[in-house]
């Protein structure tokens, strides 16, 4: 069974740009989380998505948008970057049963903006 | 409010030692999911083992053991013969039942160093 797949795996981008990340979920799961890993801040919860529909959401500006698709794929939009977007952006899909909610993890994508 | 502490930052032992990381959490739900996950060098965190409040029973897998004790909201983990491959980042996590949906805060993670 395929894992969870981020692309791209390395991006990098300049002030005031905007990126797009993608993530493809396990097949069959439905939620998809997104986190911000960074050093300062470790892994902290931006948003999550099921069956389309964001349920949970972060403590993050409104800078931060993502949407999931009926095949469950999740895009993560950041617009107007700042240099402390700079992170490894983490993706995790679950099945998201009461009891089964374990989080399996993409390899994530590593934003630089310098 | 619900919160993940892990106050070993870094522990360093020598192959074969046993290592024990703590986790203590806090929350308010009667209903909720503690997880252990470790982060190799290579970035990708790999899940370990899932909890859930109901069941207090401690858990062996291997090398690796579990310590879940609701008294004093703690969820230890214990690697017996530690080995140069366990060498990581190991983030305990917390995980409430929200209505629709779950939300997960992580802890800020024991980096483990064993050397050989």
């Known amino acids: 069974k395929a894992g969870v797949t981020q692309t791209p795996r390395y991006l990098i981008k300049t002030r005031g740009q905007q990126v797009t990340l993608s993530c493809s979920p396990i097949s069959g799961h439905r939620s998809v989380s997104w986190y911000q890993q960074t050093p300062g801040q470790g892994l902290q919860f931006l948003f999550e998505?099921?069956?389309?529909?964001?349920?949970n959401k972060g403590n993050f500006p409104g800078r931060f948008s993502g949407r999931q698709f009926s095949n469950s794929r999740s895009e993560m939009n950041v617009s107007t970057l700042e240099l402390g977007d700079s992170a490894l952006y983490l993706c995790a899909s679950s099945l998201a049963i009461r009891g089964l909610n374990e989080q399996f993890f993409g390899p994530g994508t590593r934003l630089t903006v310098l | 409010a619900q919160k993940v502490t892990q106050a070993q930052t870094e522990i360093s032992v020598v192959e074969k030692e046993d290592v024990t990381l703590d986790c203590v959490y806090e929350t308010r739900d009667t209903t909720y999911y503690l997880f252990w996950y470790k982060q190799p060098p290579s970035g990708e965190l790999v899940f370990l083992i899932r909890?859930?409040?109901?069941?207090?029973q401690n858990e062996i897998s291997g090398r690796y053991s579990w310590n879940f004790q609701k008294s004093t909201s703690s969820f230890n983990f214990t690697i017996t013969a530690s080995q140069v491959v366990d060498s990581a980042v190991y983030f305990c996590?917390?995980?409430?039942?929200?209505?629709?949906?779950?939300?997960?805060?992580f802890g800020a993670g024991t980096r483990l160093f064993v050397k050989a």
């Open positions: 998505y099921f069956s389309e529909t964001q349920r």
């Open positions: 996590a917390l995980s409430e039942a929200l209505t629709g949906g779950f939300k997960t805060i």
């Open positions: 909890r859930n409040s109901f069941d207090e």
